[in-house]
């Protein structure tokens, strides 16, 4: 960031990070920013941290998790928002112009932030991929600002998992998010909902499409094809969020060594200050838009595990293949816009 964007930054977290001088080498806020920033930028250990700025390890740690929960406490506000239907209508808007989407409100997906194994966790975030992990699962705009995200839930949890079971998952199930009433978008169509579109791991639902089985022409009509295409053309804005967080905050290109505490304030921190950076050093900005869903925030590990997933329950299909006739004919008339009055030419080009 900028030096301005910095001294902005501090001016904004300095009240809640001030201390009381006690003795002549207390750390100031600067000190205190600049060292969370640092860890939160470089992956640098704590140890490296400890030498550059000459405090003890154990402080490095407890200001970090300090300074992280701050950031958030404080930047939420500001940079993260309660949704309303202007709102969701100005994101359609951007995914129509920028992505040929119509009425697309948001992309959807999870992701795995790898750290160490927490003391006496066992396997509860052991992961497909053999490692250790707490999954971010967030929903993006056209701009790739995050606006909703749900953060906490274990590794060993699925995408399909983990929507079904955070609260910002419930809340598109049951179409809580307050998005605008089923407006046409083309003359034949009729009202047609505004939805979130996400991969093959989530259910079909009416707010939220998925792509149809299979892969390829070879496998799939051309219409079908198409609008497997198209969904995937749009979905990649969350894909591309995720590869932005993750190349700004190279914390997350290494195993984090920190406590379930920390691990949970870093992904809090490095979120909120996503979206404040794109809003002050980027033209695009950031709409009043965005609300946020922190699964368990306040609760211990076997609280949300008991929530959640209380004992070794047998695991189905994660993925449904069972959905509604509303969700059916909501991707079908998708599916025929795309092939008709929505075509664009490059479409037949990339599949």
Known sequence: MSSSTFEELLM????????????????????????TLRYLATGESMTSIMYDFRVGK?????????????????????????????????????????????????????????????????SVNYNYKGSHSTILMAMCDANYNFTCVNIGMPGRCSDGGVFK???????????????????????????????????????????????????????????LAIFNYRLSRARRCIENCFGILVARWR???????????????????????????????????????????????????NQRMSDTYSGLHPVGQMSSNHYDIIAKNTRIKLTDYFAGEGSVPFQYLNI
């Not at 904004?12 to 060292?35: C, F, H, Q, W, Y």
């Not at 202007?86 to 009425?103: L, N, R, T, V, Y």
């Not at 609260?167 to 505004?194: C, H, Q, R, V, Y």
Request: aromatic share 8%.
């Open 165 to 223: 079971a955070c609260e910002m998952g419930k809340k598109i199930i049951n179409n809580d998010l307050l998005f605008p009433k089923p407006t046409a978008i083309s003359t034949n169509s009729g009202d047609f909902p505004f939805y979130i579109v996400a991969d093959e791991a989530f259910p079909l639902l009416p707010s939220l499409m998925r792509p149809y089985p299979g892969r390829g022409t070879s496998k799939l009509p051309l219409k």
């Open 58 to 122: 154990s402080t490095v740690s407890k200001i970090i998790l300090e300074c992280c929960n701050i950031l958030w406490d404080v930047l939420k506000d500001d940079v993260l928002f309660t949704p309303n239907e202007d709102g969701w209508i100005k994101i359609a808007d951007e995914f129509q112009s920028k992505w040929q989407m119509p009425h697309c409100v948001g992309a959807l997906d999870g992701k795995h932030v790898v750290h160490q194994a927490f003391p006496k966790s066992g």
């Open 251 to 301: 914390i997350f290109s290494k195993v984090i060594i920190a406590s379930e505490a920390t691990v949970n304030g870093i992904i809090k921190a490095t979120v909120v200050l996503h979206n404040f950076i794109k809003m002050k050093e980027t033209a695009i900005g950031l709409h009043n838009y965005v609300t946020t869903a922190i699964n368990g925030e306040g609760q211990s590990r």
């Open 12 to 35: 904004l977290i300095g009240p809640s990070l001030e201390r009381k001088v006690t003795r002549i080498d207390v750390l100031n806020v600067g000190e205190i920013l600049a060292m």
